[in-house]
Nanobody, 127 residues
Framework: QVQLVESGGGLVQAGGSLRLSCAAS????????MGWFRQAPGKEREFVTA????????YYIDSVKGRFTISRDNAKNTVYLQMNSLKPEDTAVYYC????????????????????WGQGTQVTVSS
């Protein structure tokens, strides 16, 4: 199983930017699709974006397209989420996740396809 640790969250004004990082341990990182999910207070966890094992395929929910960019560096076992033009509705705890197996393909939005999760990092966007 892949161990994941997120960092980079914080408080930012609307229109600002943050870059989240997710460092992974284990030798299977480069074979796994990676995703970012978020959970706002009182709401269910929702899928945000995913990237294939090679980084060649990405998928985003409509509300973040053009503002968020997912990327990965397999040499560093790290996946990133660059968030620009942040809005108050982006406020949530953000979680990175690794797919359960190398067979999971992007696009996938199902949390059940992801078997390893980080502890989450808080992103707060003030208006």
């Amino acid at each position: 199983q892949v161990q994941l640790v997120e960092s980079g969250g914080g408080l930012v004004q609307a229109g600002g930017s943050l870059r989240l990082s997710c460092a992974a341990s284990g030798r299977t990182f480069s074979s796994r699709a990676m995703g970012w999910f978020r959970q706002a207070p009182g709401k269910e966890r929702e899928f945000v974006t995913a990237i294939s094992s090679s980084g060649g395929s990405t998928y985003y929910i409509d509300s973040v397209k053009g503002r968020f960019t997912i990327s990965r560096d397999n040499a560093k076992n790290t996946v990133y989420l660059q968030m620009n033009s942040l809005k108050p509705e982006d406020t949530a705890v953000y979680y990175c996740a690794a797919s359960k197996s190398a067979l999971v393909r992007v696009p996938t939005t199902r949390s059940s396809d992801f078997g390893s999760w980080g502890q989450g990092t808080q992103v707060t966007v003030s208006s």
